[in-house]
């Protein structure tokens, strides 16, 4: 069982920029993939990016390709996303979780407390 606390949000003006941690626990960290999901206010949680196991393969949604960027350090358990050019409608509490596709695994159980970011216009 994977287990991660997110951190690194904060408030932001548009344009700005922040970067997003997610550290994970469990022996199969770095044979699993790993994304990214944000649920914004009155709206339900949704994907915004994946990494592979080995952080070959990247994948976005398309309202977030060119701004941010997922990578990962096995070495360290933990997954980054970078943020930039951040847009108002980004505000959301930003979760990560180990995925399969575009899905969270169905063997996750318990999603982390999650990232609030918000940026301001």
């Known amino acids: 069982q994977v287990q991660v606390v997110e951190s690194g949000g904060g408030l932001v003006q548009a344009g700005g920029s922040l970067r997003l941690s997610c550290s994970a626990s469990?022996?199969?960290?770095?044979?699993?993939?790993m994304g990214w999901f944000r649920q914004a206010p009155g709206k339900e949680r949704q994907y915004v990016a994946r990494?592979?196991?080995?952080?070959?393969?990247?994948y976005y949604t398309d309202s977030v390709k060119g701004r941010l960027t997922i990578s990962r350090d096995n070495l360290k358990n933990t997954v980054y996303l970078q943020m930039s050019s951040l847009k108002p409608e980004d505000t959301a509490v930003y979760y990560c979780?180990?995925?399969?596709?575009?899905?969270?695994?169905?063997?996750?159980?318990?999603w982390g407390p999650g990232a609030q970011v918000t940026v301001s216009s």
């Open positions: 990494i592979s196991w080995n952080g070959g393969q990247t």
């Open positions: 979780a180990p995925v399969l596709g575009e899905n969270p695994k169905p063997s996750f159980a318990s």
């Open positions: 469990g022996r199969t960290f770095g044979d699993i993939a």
